[in-house]
């Protein structure tokens, strides 16, 4: 990877926006069917991997340390997340300095998976919860620093009028993939080794074509933001107030974050703990769950995406969205049997599918900088990978009030966090 400095910046001193209304304007030069069509092909192979890990590594623990696992689980993941709110911001920004000859992305992509490949074998081989720890939070660090590196595609590649869709169907990749990496994991559960690396190896074959094809555009050096590390490590923290919109529109992806930290950190063990699933059966009830929502997913993954690029509105459909999860999560606080719980799950679906979607739209259209993509869009992703460390931290306290197991509090507090991000949408100015 080479490397530059030297760039100048273009801002819209009226909205803190981009120039392009729309928020960035495509700088590929190959075909856009043709991008889409590689980039969905990778999603199911990055969303498999992506979904799978937390579940694979709260399975691996619970099979190494069953007596400690809630704590020794919320412990790795926390200290991932902290590692992550360093490591994936500074990968953004310095692929978005790359003037490889391989284009800006893909060498940060090939990389990050890896490394990830590499820390999965770990984790999959030792019995040691230190050891484990370990691996998996370089592991889960380099995973998400290519993840965001491959997600800047379909931002720079993709009009803004076909945004939403193309990422409608990535989630919808995304949402099959989670049932299907529910079922891998929990078929994979007796072999560690396995239950770890391929989930890895799947991103690495789906991507691929993506690798081999893309033309990802190559930079020089004065098309690139400067190299200078004051400047670089300032620009981690977009600053709000230069950027309101970009502010608003990431406070309300962090509550949302937390919401879905809250539910998806905890489901497996609210399993284990108040519905009494075996620890051998939680990973098959986990992708049930996934199943019976995956119609629902279906159709408001491809149908928001659809309706919010028709109408050309986002906020309302993020706001709605933010209100379906709080809803779900109720439910899911008060469910007292598995089919409960399916109904909370599906509930929760819906808006999780159509805020995942719409959001992500709404993200790419306040960026600041078209050149700054890759470190803006991952400072997106620390709105929801700053929440896999705050819930972990602070779950074990709040599930131990009134005498333990209190998901009640948890989740009706995250709904809570829900609520207040759908108000923040009015706030969002500039954009429908």
């Known amino acids: 990877m080479t490397i530059h400095a030297e760039s100048t910046q273009s801002l819209d001193p009226a909205d803190g926006g981009l120039h392009d209304p729309a928020g960035f304007a495509p700088t590929t030069s190959g075909s856009t069917a043709r991008t889409i069509a590689l980039v969905l092909i990778a999603a199911v192979g990055m969303y498999v991997m992506a979904m799978s890990l937390s579940t694979a590594l709260s399975l691996r623990i619970a099979s190494v340390a069953p007596d400690t696992k809630d704590v020794l689980y919320s412990r790795i993941v926390s200290i991932g997340a902290l590692a992550m709110l360093v490591v994936v911001p500074l990968a953004g920004a310095l692929s978005d300095r790359t003037t490889s000859r391989f ?34 939070i370089v592991a889960v660090a380099a995973m998400q620093a290519g993840f965001n590196a491959y997600a800047v595609i379909p931002v720079e590649a993709v009009p803004d009028a076909m945004r939403a869709r193309v990422m409608g169907v990535m ?10 990496g529910s079922y891998l994991t929990g078929a994979l559960v007796d072999q560690p080794l396995l239950l770890m690396t391929v989930p890895v190896l799947l991103a690495l074959v ?46 309300a992806r962090f509550l949302a974050g937390m919401a879905m930290a809250a539910l998806f950190t ?29 119609p629902v997913s279906i159709i408001c993954f491809t149908g928001s995406g659809w309706l919010s690029d028709k109408i050309g509105r986002r906020k309302p ?5 933010a209100l379906f999860m709080a809803a779900g ?10 089919n409960g719980f399916a109904v909370a ?30 470190k803006d869009m991952a400072v997106f992703g620390l709105a929801l990978n700053i929440p896999n460390i705050l819930v972990p931290a602070l779950g074990p306290t709040i599930l131990a009030l009134g005498g333990g197991q209190n998901y009640t509090v948890l989740w009706i507090g995250a709904a809570v966090l829900c609520i207040t991000g759908a108000a923040l949408m009015p706030l969002i100015k500039g954009v429908r």
Not at 329 to 338: I, M, Q, Y
């Open 329 to 338: 999560l109720v439910l899911g606080a008060t469910a007292s049997s598995f």
């Open 171 to 180: 989630g919808l990749f995304g949402a099959l993939a989670f049932s299907g």
């Open 345 to 374: 799950w599906v509930v929760f679906a819906v808006g999780q599918a159509a805020y995942l979607t719409v959001d992500l739209a709404l993200c790419a259209s306040v960026l600041p900088d078209s050149r700054d993509a890759g």
């Open 317 to 321: 459909i993020v706001a709605a969205a």
């Open 266 to 294: 905890y489901f497996i063990y609210f399993m284990i703990d108040v519905l009494a699933v075996p620890l051998p059966e939680v990973g098959a009830k986990a992708g049930l769950l996934t199943l019976i929502s995956a």
């Open 206 to 251: 789906a991507s691929l074509p993506l690798l081999a094809l893309y033309r990802d555009p190559v930079k020089v050096r004065a098309e690139v933001p400067a190299l200078d590390v004051r400047s670089m490590v300032g620009g981690m923290i977009v600053n709000p107030r230069k950027h309101p919109n970009f502010g608003w529109t990431w406070l």
């Open 103 to 136: 284009g800006r992305r893909r060498p940060w992509i090939v990389a990050g998976l890896l490394v990830t490949l590499l820390g999965a074998l770990v984790v999959g081989a030792s019995s040691n919860p230190l050891v484990i720890g370990a691996a998996y």
